[in-house]
Nanobody, 117 residues
Framework: QVQLVESGGGFVQPGGSLRLSCAASGRMYSINLMGWYRQAPGKERELVAQISNGDSTRYADSAKGRFTISRDNAKNMVYLQMNSLKPEDTAVYYC???????????WGQGTQVTVSS
């Protein structure tokens, strides 16, 4: 089982930036996907960005050009740098990992991001 703990959420004005961090612990296998989903009130959870252990990335259209995902395999960390934030980015952001060895995913508890003037 993998435990994920997010940090870095908060309140920011439109146009501002935030950096989310996620620390993974527990039984980690080398081949995996890590990433971020978000869920706004009344909406379904949606993929924001994901990154493989080989640093291949995938972004939601809404995140392209503004968000950057990165990871530090030695520290079992994944990050999401969010720039040019918009009110529609307001949501709870969840870190996740999918491990091919076990065919299982794990989720963090979520961190709130609020973008408002």
């Amino acid at each position: 089982q993998v435990q994920l703990v997010e940090s870095g959420g908060g309140f920011v004005q439109p146009g501002g930036s935030l950096r989310l961090s996620c620390a993974a612990s527990g039984r980690m296998y080398s081949i995996n996907l890590m990433g971020w989903y978000r869920q706004a009130p009344g909406k379904e959870r949606e993929l924001v960005a994901q990154i493989s252990n080989g640093d291949s990335t995938r972004y939601a259209d809404s995140a392209k050009g503004r968000f950057t995902i990165s990871r530090d395999n030695a520290k079992n960390m994944v990050y999401l740098q969010m720039n040019s934030l918009k009110p529609e980015d307001t949501a709870v952001y969840y870190c996740y990992i999918f491990q091919y060895e076990t065919n299982r995913d794990s989720w963090g508890q979520g961190t709130q991001v609020t973008v408002s003037s």
